[in-house]
C-alpha cells in the first residue's frame, strides 16, 4: 500500500469496534485499537501472565514484551541512539512524575515558562515547583486566534529560564506548534524543554531527533493502543534527574528507574503487537523507522480531505466561531472545536450524541486556555476530532446533525 493507494475499508475491517453503529468522532478523547492490539493482549493475559525477571521460560519471555514494547516505541518516537521511553499508566503520572524529578534539582529564582494552551496535565505538575522558589512565566495565547507563537516564547524566555514546556497541538486547537523553532529558542538559553505529544501523536509520525527535544510524552491509548503513556527522555536530560524509583535500583538504570512500580505488561503486548498494524498501512513486512514514516504518512492523507470539509463547513457558518486554525491542511489536526453564537455546546454535543454520534464538549482540561479565549470552561467547545480510520459518511453524518441544530 502507498499513500496514494489507501483502502479505507480495508482499514477500518482491522478495528472491530468500527463496525458498531456508532460515529466515533471523539478519537482526541482516545481511539480504538486494531484486533490485533486486542488479541496480543487477550493472549498475553491468558497464556503468559507471570512476573518479570526470574530465569524460566515465561518469565524469560515476559521481559522480552516488555523490553521489545520499550524498544518499538522508541522507534515510533525516533529515539534510538540519543535517549529512552519510560512507559507508565497515562501522560498525567508521568508528566507529574518528572515535574516531581525536578522539584528536586530546580534552585529558588528558576524559571520555568508553561504555555497557557497547555492541558492541564502539562501545566499544573510545573506550577507545584512554585514552592521551591521556581518563577512560572507564561508562554501566552493570542485571544483571538489561540495561537501560540514562537516569537511570544522568546518574549519571555531569560537566561534563568531552566525548563519551557508546551503542548505540540493543543487538545483544543488542533494547531501544530514549530517544535523545533520553540525548542531551539529554549536551547539558546540553556533551558530544557518538555513537550506534550499527546493531540500530534495519533496523526503524524513523532521525530524527537529531528526536533531536538530532550522529553517528548504521548498517550498510547490515543495511538491505537493500550491505555498508557509514553515519554521519551535525552540520556543527558535523564541523567540531571534521580528517578522514584527505590534505593537499590541504580540512578543511571534507566528507564526503569524512572518507572516505579513498572509498567502494564499485557499493555506492552499491545504495543509491541501495534507495529503490525504499522506495517499493514505502509505496506511493509518489518517494523523499523521507515515503517513508522511510511504509515503515518497515509494517516495523513487520508485525514487531510475530512479536516478541510469539516473546517470549511464550521468556518463559513454565520453564527458559529471556529476555535484554531480557520483552515485545513498540513499545519493542523484532525481536532476542530467551536462555538454557538446562542447554542450551548451542551446542546449541540447532546443533538449529536442522539444520533449515536460520539463527540463532547467542556473545556477537555485545557481550562486556562478556555479562560483566555473568552470562552466559558464548564460548557467549554464542542470538539470532533476524528483520525485515519474515520470515513467520508463520518463527517457527512455529523453535518446533517450540525446543520438541523446550529
Ligand atoms: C494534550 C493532552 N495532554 C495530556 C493529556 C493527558 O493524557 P492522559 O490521559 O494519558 O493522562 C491529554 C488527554 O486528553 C491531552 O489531550
Given at each position: 500500500m502507498?499513500?496514494?493507494?489507501?483502502?479505507?475499508?480495508?482499514i477500518?475491517?482491522?478495528?472491530?469496534a468500527?463496525?458498531?453503529?456508532?460515529?466515533l468522532?471523539?478519537?482526541?478523547?482516545?481511539s480504538?485499537?486494531p484486533?490485533?492490539?486486542?488479541?496480543?493482549?487477550?493472549?498475553?493475559l491468558?497464556?503468559?501472565?507471570?512476573q518479570?525477571?526470574?530465569?524460566?521460560?515465561?518469565?524469560k519471555?515476559c521481559t522480552?514484551v516488555?523490553?521489545?514494547?520499550?524498544?518499538?516505541?522508541?522507534?515510533?518516537?525516533n529515539g534510538e541512539?540519543?535517549?529512552?521511553?519510560v512507559?507508565?499508566?497515562s501522560?498525567?503520572?508521568?508528566?507529574?512524575?518528572?515535574?516531581?524529578c525536578?522539584a528536586?534539582?530546580?534552585?529558588?529564582?528558576d524559571?520555568?515558562?508553561v504555555?497557557?494552551?497547555g492541558?492541564?496535565?502539562?501545566?499544573g505538575p510545573?506550577?507545584?515547583?512554585e514552592?521551591q522558589?521556581a518563577v512560572i512565566?507564561?508562554?501566552?495565547v493570542d485571544a483571538?486566534t489561540?495561537?501560540?507563537?514562537?516569537d511570544?516564547l522568546r518574549?519571555?524566555?531569560?537566561?534563568?529560564?531552566?525548563l519551557?514546556?508546551?503542548?505540540?497541538?493543543?487538545?483544543?486547537l488542533?494547531?501544530?506548534v514549530?517544535?523545533?523553532?520553540?525548542?531551539?529558542?529554549a536551547?539558546a538559553?540553556g533551558?530544557r524543554?518538555?513537550?506534550?505529544g499527546?493531540?500530534?501523536?495519533?496523526?503524524?509520525?513523532?521525530?524527537?531527533?529531528?526536533w531536538?527535544?530532550?522529553?517528548?510524552?504521548?498517550s498510547?491509548?490515543?495511538?491505537?493502543g493500550?491505555?498508557?503513556?509514553a515519554?521519551?527522555?535525552?540520556?543527558?536530560?535523564?541523567?540531571e534527574?534521580?528517578?522514584p524509583?527505590h534505593?537499590?535500583?541504580?540512578r543511571?538504570?534507566?528507564?526503569y528507574?524512572f518507572?516505579?512500580?513498572g509498567?502494564?505488561?499485557?499493555?506492552?503486548?499491545?504495543l509491541?503487537?501495534?507495529?503490525?498494524?504499522l506495517?499493514?498501512?505502509?505496506g511493509?513486512?518489518?517494523?523499523?523507522?521507515r515503517?513508522v514514516?511510511?504509515?503515518?504518512a497515509?494517516?495523513?492523507?487520508?485525514?487531510?480531505?475530512?479536516?478541510?470539509?469539516?473546517?470549511a463547513?464550521?468556518d463559513?457558518?454565520?453564527?458559529v466561531?471556529l476555535?484554531?486554525?480557520?483552515?485545513?491542511g498540513?499545519?493542523?489536526?484532525?481536532?476542530?472545536s467551536?462555538?454557538?453564537a446562542?447554542?450551548?455546546s451542551r446542546?449541540?454535543?447532546?443533538?449529536?450524541?442522539a444520533?449515536d454520534?460520539?463527540i463532547?464538549?467542556?473545556?477537555m482540561y485545557a481550562?486556562?486556555l478556555?479562560?483566555?479565549?473568552?470562552i466559558?470552561?464548564e460548557d467549554g467547545?464542542?470538539?470532533?476530532s476524528?483520525?485515519?480510520y474515520?470515513?467520508?459518511a463520518?463527517v457527512?453524518?455529523?453535518i446533517?446533525?450540525?446543520?438541523?441544530?446550529?
Amino acid at each position: 500500500m502507498t499513500t496514494t493507494t489507501i483502502d479505507l475499508a480495508a482499514i477500518r475491517a482491522r478495528f472491530p469496534a468500527l463496525a458498531g453503529p456508532t460515529v466515533l468522532l471523539e478519537n482526541a478523547g482516545g481511539s480504538q485499537v486494531p484486533e490485533v492490539v486486542a488479541d496480543a493482549m487477550h493472549a498475553y493475559l491468558r497464556d503468559t501472565y507471570v512476573q518479570l525477571g526470574a530465569d524460566y521460560g515465561l518469565s524469560k519471555r515476559c521481559t522480552e514484551v516488555v523490553q521489545q514494547a520499550h524498544d518499538d516505541v522508541r522507534v515510533l518516537m525516533n529515539g534510538e541512539g540519543i535517549g529512552e521511553v519510560v512507559l507508565g499508566p497515562s501522560s498525567s503520572q508521568l508528566c507529574r512524575m518528572l515535574a516531581d524529578c525536578y522539584a528536586e534539582v530546580v534552585q529558588p529564582g528558576d524559571e520555568i515558562v508553561v504555555a497557557e494552551s497547555g492541558h492541564e496535565a502539562n501545566v499544573g505538575p510545573w506550577l507545584r515547583l512554585e514552592k521551591q522558589g521556581a518563577v512560572i512565566r507564561w508562554w501566552r495565547v493570542d485571544a483571538e486566534t489561540g495561537s501560540s507563537t514562537v516569537d511570544g516564547l522568546r518574549a519571555v524566555l531569560s537566561e534563568k529560564t531552566r525548563l519551557v514546556t508546551f503542548p505540540h497541538v493543543s487538545n483544543l486547537l488542533g494547531e501544530i506548534v514549530d517544535v523545533a523553532a520553540a525548542t531551539a529558542a529554549a536551547h539558546a538559553v540553556g533551558a530544557r524543554v518538555v513537550v506534550d505529544g499527546v493531540a500530534f501523536a495519533p496523526h503524524r509520525a513523532m521525530d524527537v531527533k529531528a526536533w531536538g527535544v530532550d522529553w517528548y510524552g504521548y498517550s498510547t491509548y490515543k495511538v491505537y493502543g493500550p491505555h498508557m503513556g509514553a515519554l521519551f527522555g535525552r540520556t543527558d536530560a535523564f541523567a540531571e534527574l534521580e528517578g522514584p524509583n527505590h534505593f537499590f535500583v541504580s540512578r543511571d538504570d534507566v528507564p526503569y528507574k524512572f518507572e516505579l512500580g513498572g509498567c502494564s505488561h499485557e499493555g506492552c503486548a499491545g504495543l509491541v503487537a501495534l507495529g503490525s498494524y504499522l506495517g499493514f498501512l505502509a505496506g511493509r513486512a518489518s517494523y523499523d523507522r521507515r515503517t513508522v514514516e511510511e504509515a503515518f504518512a497515509v494517516m495523513a492523507v487520508h485525514e487531510r480531505p475530512l479536516q478541510e470539509r469539516l473546517v470549511a463547513y464550521v468556518d463559513a457558518h454565520p453564527r458559529v466561531r471556529l476555535v484554531g486554525p480557520r483552515h485545513g491542511g498540513a499545519e493542523r489536526v484532525s481536532t476542530i472545536s467551536f462555538l454557538h453564537a446562542s447554542k450551548t455546546s451542551r446542546e449541540i454535543s447532546l443533538a449529536a450524541n442522539a444520533q449515536d454520534i460520539g463527540i463532547r464538549h467542556g473545556h477537555m482540561y485545557a481550562h486556562r486556555l478556555c479562560t483566555a479565549l473568552g470562552i466559558e470552561p464548564e460548557d467549554g467547545v464542542v470538539r470532533v476530532s476524528f483520525v485515519h480510520y474515520n470515513s467520508p459518511a463520518d463527517v457527512e453524518r455529523l453535518i446533517e446533525v450540525l446543520d438541523a441544530v446550529l
